[in-house]
C-alpha cells in the first residue's frame, strides 16, 4: 500500500504544478513524432517487468503506440573444495529474460503537462540454466559433472495510467504505474549427469514437467522516466 501511495503522490504533485503554469506551452505540437525515454527504478521495487527503454510513436495529439523493452540476466558462480583434499568443483547459475511489450495510449495535454492511460500485451523468452562441474552442487565429486537446462516464457496484459512533465519541447520527466496480470511458464527441464571415467564417459537425462505461475499485481510503482522528443 506505501508504494501505491508513492505513485499515486507523484502523479499529484505533477497535477498540481498546473496551478503556476500559465506560461508558453512548451509540449511538441508537431502531428507526430518519436520519443525514446530511460527508465530508472527505486529499491523498493520488486517488479518482474521492469522495462529500461520505451519508444513512443504519437500519430497524433491524443494518441500513441508505444513500445517497452526489458533484459536481465543474472549469472551466480561458487565453488565447492574437496574435503581434506586438493580438488575444486563448481556450480555455475545464469537466468536470463527478454521481455518486450506494445501498447496503445490516449493522452490529453494540461499545459506542460501530458497525462495518459493506456493498455498493453506483455512476451518473454529467457532461460534458468545451471552447470556442475565435479561436483552433485553440495559436495566435491571428481568424476561427476551436470547439468539443467530449462526454457522459461511468460505472457500478460496490463492496464496503465501515468504523467510528464515537459521541461522544454523536447525533454520531459515522467512516471507513471499500472495493474498487470502475467503467466510464467517454466518449460520441460532437461537434467543431464555426466559420469567422468579412465575408459569412457555416460551420462543420463531426466526431464521434468513444465510448471507455471500467475500474478495481478501493482507495477511500475516509483519508476523515474526520462524522456527526449525527435522531430
Known amino acids: ?27 511538441n505540437c508537431k502531428e507526430n513524432w518519436l520519443s525514446f525515454e530511460g527508465q530508472i527504478y527505486p529499491s ?26 526489458n533484459f536481465q540476466r543474472k549469472v551466480d558462480y561458487k565453488e565447492i573444495y574437496e574435503s581434506g583434499g586438493q580438488g575444486v568443483g563448481s556450480v555455475n547459475k545464469i537466468s536470463s529474460m527478454y521481455q518486450f511489450s506494445i501498447g496503445y495510449e490516449a493522452q ?7 497525462i495518459y492511460s ?34 522459461v516464457q511468460s505472457l500478460g496484459a496490463r492496464l496503465f495510467m501515468g504523467g510528464d512533465y515537459y521541461l522544454k519541447s523536447n525533454i520531459y520527466l515522467g512516471t507513471e504505474f499500472g495493474i498487470m496480470f502475467l503467466k510464467t511458464t517454466y518449460q520441460n527441464r532437461t537434467y543431464e549427469t555426466i559420469y567422468e571415467s579412465s575408459s569412457s ?13 500467475s500474478a495481478l499485481s501493482y507495477s511500475g510503482l516509483g519508476v523515474l522516466r526520462v524522456g527526449f522528443i525527435f522531430k
Open 44 to 69: 523498493f521495487n520488486g517488479d518482474n517487468y521492469r522495462p529500461q527503454i520505451k519508444v513512443r510513436w504519437n500519430f497524433n495529439e491524443k494518441s500513441a503506440l508505444r513500445l517497452n523493452t
Open 108 to 114: 490529453k495535454k494540461l499545459g506542460n503537462i501530458l
Open 1 to 27: 500500500m506505501k508504494k501505491f501511495l508513492i505513485s499515486v503522490t507523484v502523479l499529484i504533485f505533477f497535477g498540481s504544478i498546473l496551478n503556476t503554469i500559465y506560461g508558453q506551452d512548451t509540449i
Open 118 to 151: 493506456g493498455f498493453e500485451g506483455v512476451i518473454g523468452f529467457g532461460r534458468n540454466d545451471e552447470y556442475g562441474s565435479r561436483t552433485d552442487s553440495v559436495t566435491y565429486i571428481s568424476n561427476l559433472n551436470y547439468n539443467y537446462k530449462q526454457p
Open 201 to 213: 564417459n555416460s551420462s543420463v537425462f531426466v526431464d521434468t514437467p513444465k510448471k507455471s505461475s
